[in-house]
């Protein structure tokens, strides 16, 4: 499941402009794994995007990754 740690890192850290406060965990559970992602307070909304479209995309690409890789994950955005 590293993989899908490092590539929400990944974009995320290509869409903010402090990129040294992304942090990104990983809680696994029974079935699912929560990947946890927690930016600065200012890039919140670029992380969010507008009516959540950017956030949706996001969580949009990592069920794809999780399918090709057989597992079950979803995106938390914490502030």
């Known amino acids: 499941m590293e993989e899908l740690r ?12 402090f990129p040294e406060k992304v942090n990104v965990a990983e809680v696994q559970g ?22 959540g479209r950017t956030a949706r995309s996001l969580r949009t690409i990592l069920a794809a990754v999780s ?6 994950s979803v995106l938390e955005i914490l502030e």
């Not at 890039?43 to 507008?50: F, M, R, V």
């Not at 399918?67 to 079950?72: C, S």
């Open 30 to 51: 029974e079935q699912t794994t929560v990947i946890e992602l927690k930016v600065a307070k200012e890039d919140l909304g670029k992380i969010i995007g507008k009516e």
């Open 6 to 17: 490092n590539l929400i890192e990944v974009m995320a850290k290509a869409l903010v402009d």
């Open 67 to 72: 399918t090709k890789l057989r597992k079950r």
